[in-house]
């Protein structure tokens, strides 16, 4: 697996497009962005291109029409996105992430639960 660039703002939108739609044209992509930018189709186009050139997004050719579909999962980029931010940002302290999340918001059972749950596992896999 070879390492990923980190992604703009803007290749956030379009890989939540191709993620969304999994196979897709450009022409696909520009219109479910169109709710939320009002970018230009070359625009949408272009970054497609350098997604494809980046590794996240695969490009094939079906007669004149290019079909792009994601390369790389979204769990895969969300869980790299988030080790970047912990690392830089909160130098690996997680707790901060945690105490934020959780503040201002009502936790489920089932959160607590599954809070509880991961906690323990961690604890026990530090007495190994």
Known sequence: MHKLPELTKAEWLIM???WKKGKCT???VYEETLKQK???YQTVKTMLDRLVQKGYVKMSKIGPICLFEPGVSQTRVMGKALDTFVGTVLDGALAPVF????KGRKLSQEDIESLKKLVEQ???DLDK
């Open 122 to 124: 961690h604890e026990e």
């Open 38 to 40: 009002a970018w230009r």
């Open 99 to 102: 105490a934020h999340l959780a």
């Open 16 to 18: 939540k497009c191709c």
């Open 26 to 28: 450009a022409r696909d």
